[in-house]
Every structure is written in structure tokens, then in C-alpha cells.
T-cell receptor
Framework: DTGVSQNPRHKITKRGQNVTFRCDPI?????LYWYRQTLGQGPEFLTY????????KSRLLSDRFSAERPKGSFSTLEIQRTEQGDSAMYLC?????????????FGSGTRLTVV | GQQVMQIPQYQHVQEGEDFTTYCNSS?????IQWYKQRPGGHPVFLIQ?????EVKKQKRLTFQFGEAKKNSSLHITATQTTDVGTYFC???????????FGAGTRLFVKA
């Protein structure tokens, strides 16, 4: 297992199009998180899964955003009707029960550019 | 999730100088984690502090958790160009699963 994998690395899309990103966490990790990061800012929490259950979702997320983790393994984040303000780096992180010892492991992210 | 203020926002140092970033909370924290993000990279976990007054060291990095568990600091001794990046603190959750990072301190090191 080489860590958290995110695909694609880069995505350029036209405004109004839908996009979907994928995250493959570390296989032993049951916790999965999505964040959004813009230039010069810290990661902004979007949503959290424990196994397949989505237990927390940021109020900042509009209805255009949805995330799934159908089998408790990989996760997808979909943005519908993209807007220019959605341009950002989308980071996925995972952790096991021992998050206190090992922290969150981040993927390299998907950089979205909406033109 | 807890929210914290991280200062300074930016720090420019000459290679060999020391650097410190602070993370302050208005409420007591259960724990705090520190992460480093290199330019163009993703956050990487450095350490977690749990106990009041705890001090941990990793080579040239010293992490402290305040006695009241409301603040924390990361100190780098004799900075090197490899220390360049943004350092984020992440306060532990006291309820719920939302994780809120500090705004980060971006470190620039001039050789």
C-alpha cells in the first residue's frame, strides 16, 4: 500500500459541467475525509466518512457537492454544475482508529480549474 | 470542531536562524497535531501533543503544548532550506468529526 491515492491529479472543466474525483485511502483505514484548499489557505473540511457512513458534512457545502463511499473503501466526490469559485485543490485524507498516534494521511490532491 | 488562531502568517528567515509558530485557542483543547506542507505538496503529519505542558522533539523541531492546553508552539532551531513550507496546527475534536486546521504559517528560508 503506497498511501492515499487521488485521481485525477488535475482537472480542467468548463463552468456548468459536472466533475467527479476519486480517493483510494490506505486499505486499513476506516476513516476518510475530504478537504478543499485554496492558495494560501489551510485545508477546509468538507465531509467525513467512517466506513461507508457519511457522519459529518460541512455547512459550507452546497447541494451541488456530494460524496460517497459505497463499500467503505474508495470514495468519490462529485461537483455538479461547477462554478469558477469551485477552483481549488481537493484533498482526501484517511486515518485508522489510532489517529492520535499517526495523524491523517493525505493524498496528493486533485487540482480543479473551472474555466 | 475547535478553531484556533495561528501566528505569524508569514515568516522570512535567513538560513541558520530559528523560527517559531504559535497556535492559540480560546478554549481548552483535547490535543493538537502539527502538519507540514511543502510548496506544491500535501500536508504531512508531524506530531501530536496530548498532555498539559508536553514537550516533544524531532531533531531540530521542538513542539510544546501549553499548561492550560490552550496554546501550542513549533520551534525550529537553525533553519535549513528544506524547512521551507507551511506549518499547520490542527486542534483535536472535543465532539463531532469536523476537523478545522489553523490558517498556517508559511516559512521562507533564504540561503
Amino acid at each position: 500500500d503506497t498511501g492515499v491515492s487521488q485521481n485525477p491529479r488535475h482537472k480542467i472543466t468548463k463552468r456548468g459541467q459536472n466533475v467527479t474525483f476519486r480517493c483510494d485511502p490506505i486499505s486499513e483505514h476506516n476513516r476518510l475525509y475530504w478537504y478543499r484548499q485554496t492558495l494560501g489557505q489551510g485545508p477546509e473540511f468538507l465531509t467525513y466518512f467512517q466506513n461507508e457512513a457519511q457522519l459529518e458534512k460541512s455547512r459550507l457545502l452546497s447541494d451541488r457537492f456530494s460524496a460517497e463511499r459505497p463499500k467503505g473503501s474508495f470514495s468519490t466526490l462529485e461537483i455538479q454544475r461547477t462554478e469558477q469559485g469551485d477552483s481549488a485543490m481537493y484533498l482526501c485524507a484517511s486515518s485508522g482508529e489510532q489517529v492520535t498516534n499517526y495523524g491523517y494521511t493525505f493524498g496528493s490532491g486533485t487540482r480543479l480549474t473551472v474555466v | 470542531g475547535q478553531q484556533v488562531m495561528q501566528i505569524p502568517q508569514y515568516q522570512h528567515v535567513q538560513e541558520g536562524e530559528d523560527f517559531t509558530t504559535y497556535c492559540n485557542s480560546s478554549t481548552t483543547l483535547s490535543n493538537i497535531q502539527w502538519y507540514k506542507q511543502r510548496p506544491g505538496g500535501h500536508p504531512v503529519f508531524l506530531i501530536q501533543l496530548v498532555k498539559s505542558g508536553e514537550v516533544k522533539k524531532q531533531k531540530r523541531l521542538t513542539f510544546q503544548f501549553g499548561e492550560a492546553k490552550k496554546n501550542s508552539s513549533l520551534h525550529i532551531t537553525a533553519t535549513q532550506t528544506t524547512d521551507v513550507g507551511t506549518y499547520f496546527c490542527l486542534p483535536g475534536n472535543t465532539g463531532g468529526f469536523k476537523t478545522i486546521f489553523g490558517a498556517g504559517t508559511r516559512l521562507f528560508v533564504k540561503a
